[in-house]
């Protein structure tokens, strides 16, 4: 199975207000163990980044669309346009080092222009439209423009695949662009444009394809996380050399986490789409034990004169991650000192002076890790440390980083550090994290899944109970929402009714995968083993192609399930131990069968 990648976007990787993905459960998830959510994407034990078919999908209207992969690699026509047009209106920011196809695309545009007069009144309306858009951050001003290529259909009809409200706030800024871009697009001829410019963005695509699969691999690697570990979210990269390599932008938008690059002969800004790929497989972690991270809060006292984002001086959980995400990044960096190694065949009395000249040589690596640290540390990510020394130790054992959290994150002796940071001296300026943020409103069913992984199950189960009523929505999706609530309820038999519902009214193969193995669990609990054993061998010929799936059915078939004992490793306010235990999750993905 192949995976792809989700995208970004910024020289400054700003943040904004967030929907945090906040999950609180109680005792009664104990009782089935985890609870999948649906239509998880493609993804197994040795992912890869896959570039997209050479012709677009016509299932994928937009950049960010509901049913994309989890993590893509990709192209997109819409944006192409808007770039263009963004180069055509004088955008020149970055173009002597860009890929020649910036170039070559951009003479081919001006060709078009010269021969008709139509085309460039159409061009000089944009031009105004674009110059009286313009704003002091070459950054912020170039962001709004990506915000909306994210919610363009492709072209001919370049129209908003989102309502209004629904829409990035910043690409409501320029959103009336759109008209004129379609009369541009049409009158260049700008798909035939794109038509010969693809190759060299699909030899861009190939020439990254390998790079982005080793970071994503080897980052997993470190944490000990398999890759289909970052529950709803996506992540996905988007080439497009129209634009300044200089600059990466990156955002996350509900769950989505993208980054938009412009690569110069295969080669792209691999640390800051890293960094927001740090943030995509830690997030979910960090966020689900947001209700226990109070005892935290001394810290963000200690930042308040600290030169950094509002949100790292408001939202602790913020200021963990990143301390986290810097931590780690220290602990990997490539720090230019090369490791002397002991020859094995060195003589006895040359032993001492290798040894000398090995241990030398690792304790300069360690001191250019070290200054890393302290830079963030000065710049107001006070945890920096702290979690640089804790990864040291987890490097060492064997645990995965979903199961060393919470004595990293809780087994931190608060007094002590809030002692050792207090007399820093900040610096100035700090660098901006690299990720913009954008809220995104969520409606009916879709805010029913929110409620459940807050932990609000009368909420979720009102908006779900609702669709049933009004047949507004995927009813299929309701039952199986409401059957996840009344597990939360410990109402076994409203939980048998509603997974039964579901399987009768699901056409989805995952629901309907889930739906039979849940059903298979109550029947054994119920010491029906004989219908318990009918469900799971169903569950498996739905055939919905996902590992943990067949893992989960098969364990069934094995053996009868029985209830886990709940281990109480942290807070008691903390129910949700590991996100990926637990149904807190978009019901796009499910997540990983219980061991």
């Not at 259909?153 to 959103?175: G, H």
């Not at 790292?312 to 220290?330: F, N």
């Not at 913009?436 to 409606?443: F, Y």
Request: charged share 25%; net charge negative; with cysteine.
């Amino acid at each position: 199975m192949q995976r792809q990648l989700r995208h970004s976007t910024s020289p400054q990787w700003v943040r904004s207000i967030f929907t945090r993905r906040v999950l609180c459960f109680g005792l009664a998830l104990c009782f089935f163990g985890a609870i999948p959510v649906l239509g998880q994407r493609s993804s197994d034990s040795q992912p890869s980044v896959a570039p997209p078919a050479q012709a677009p999908s016509p299932k994928a209207p937009a950049l960010v669309e509901a049913a994309g992969p989890e993590i893509s690699l990709q192209t997109s026509e819409a944006l192409f346009d808007i770039a263009v047009a963004l180069n055509a209106c004088g955008y020149d920011q970055g173009l002597a080092e860009s890929d020649p196809v910036r170039t070559e695309v951009r003479r081919e545009v001006n060709q078009a222009l010269l021969g008709s007069a139509e085309a460039r009144d159409s061009r000089d309306l944009l031009c105004t439209f674009i110059d009286r858009h313009r704003l002091s951050d070459s950054g912020l001003d170039l962001a709004q423009y990506i915000s909306l290529a994210l919610y363009v259909t492709a072209p001919p009809e370049l129209k908003q695949s989102a309502e209004n409200e629904d829409m990035p706030p910043d690409s409501m800024q320029v959103s009336e662009m759109l008209p004129m871009l379609r009369n541009f697009d049409r009158l260049v001829n700008l798909h035939a444009v794109w038509l010969h410019a693809r190759p060299q963005y699909d030899l861009e695509l190939n020439r990254l394809h390998d790079s982005l699969t080793k970071m994503i691999v080897d980052t997993n690697a470190y944490l000990k996380t398999p890759v289909n570990t970052s529950g709803n979210s996506r992540f996905l990269v988007v080439v497009e050399p129209m634009l300044d390599p200089r600059q990466t932008n990156a955002r996350v938008y509900g769950t989505d986490y993208v980054v938009v690059v412009s690569p110069v002969n295969g080669k792209i800004q691999i640390t800051q789409v890293r960094h927001t790929y740090l943030h995509y497989q830690i997030e979910p972690f960090l966020y689900a034990r947001a209700t226990a991270m109070n005892r935290l809060l001394p810290f963000l006292k200690t930042v308040r004169e600290a030169p950094l984002d509002y949100t790292y001086r408001s939202d602790v959980v913020a200021l963990v991650v990143e301390c986290m995400i810097r931590a780690i990044e220290a602990r990997t960096m490539d720090t230019g000192v090369a490791i002397y190694k002991v020859p094995e065949d060195v003589r006895r009395s040359d032993l001492d002076d290798a040894t000398r000249q090995h241990n030398a040589s690792i304790e300069r690596a360690e001191a250019v890790r070290r200054n890393s640290v302290q830079q963030s540390m000065r710049q107001g990510y006070v945890l920096t440390s702290y979690f640089y020394n804790a990864f040291a130790g987890f490097e060492k054992q064997p645990q995965s980083f979903s199961e060393s959290i919470g004595e990293m994150v809780y087994g931190m002796d608060v007094p002590a550090e809030l002692s050792r940071v207090k007399n820093i001296q900040f610096v100035d300026q700090a660098s901006a994290d690299v990720v913009r943020r954008v809220p995104r409103q969520l409606k009916g069913l879709d805010l029913a899944e929110a409620d459940l992984m807050k932990g609000d199950a009368d909420s979720a189960g009102k908006v779900a109970q609702q669709a049933l009523q009004d047949r507004a929505g995927d009813v299929a999706r309701a039952n199986f929402i409401l059957a996840r609530v009344a597990i939360l309820h410990r109402d076994v038999a409203g939980a048998q009714r509603y997974f039964e519902e579901t399987v009768r009214l699901s056409k989805d193969p995952r629901m309907l995968a889930w739906s039979h193995i849940y059903l298979g669990r109550i029947y054994d609990v119920q010491e029906e083993r004989d219908q318990a054993v009918t469900e799971y061998r169903a569950a498996l010929e739905v055939r919905d192609g996902q590992p943990d799936t067949k893992l989960a059915a098969e364990k069934g078939l094995k053996q009868a399930y029985a209830v886990p004992q709940q281990a109480h490793t942290e807070p008691a306010d903390d129910s949700s131990a590991d996100p990926q235990e637990h149904p807190a999750h978009n019901p796009q993905q499910p997540p990983e069968a219980p061991k």
